[in-house]
């Protein structure tokens, strides 16, 4: 059983920056994939940004402002964002997986993010 716990998120302005963690405990193995993605009310879930083999991946809705990143030595994953917008307000989860062909089966109970104008 993996456990990921997500902070950072909060009230901010538009154009102010915020950095979200997330730091999985539990299995004694490595997440070979970590992720955060986000969801808006009445909207689905979709991906932000991905990292595997330290090889980061940013999906068009963020990218440009935001980097993803690992400390293995502390197990903990971080989303920097930049440049925020009132559309970037969200519950952003993390995500994560042991195996690169599967799904992501660990996830976090999500961090909320809210941009005013």
């Known amino acids: 059983q993996i456990r990921l716990v997500e902070s950072g998120g909060g009230l901010v302005q538009a154009g102010e920056s915020l950095r979200l963690s997330c730091v999985h405990s539990?299995?004694?193995?490595?997440?070979?994939?970590m992720a955060w993605y986000r969801q808006a009310p009445g909207r689905q879930r979709e991906l932000v940004a991905d990292i595997s083999a330290g090889r980061p991946n940013y999906a068009e809705v963020m990218k440009g402002r935001v980097t993803i990143s690992r400390d293995n030595a502390k197990n903990t994953m971080y989303l920097d964002m930049n440049n925020l917008k009132p559309e970037d307000t969200a519950v952003y989860y993390c995500?994560?997986?042991?195996?690169?062909?599967?799904?992501?089966?660990?996830w976090g109970q999500g961090t909320q993010v809210t941009v005013s104008s």
């Open positions: 539990g299995s004694g193995a490595m997440l070979y994939a």
């Open positions: 995500a994560g997986k042991q195996d690169p062909f599967d799904i992501y089966k660990w």
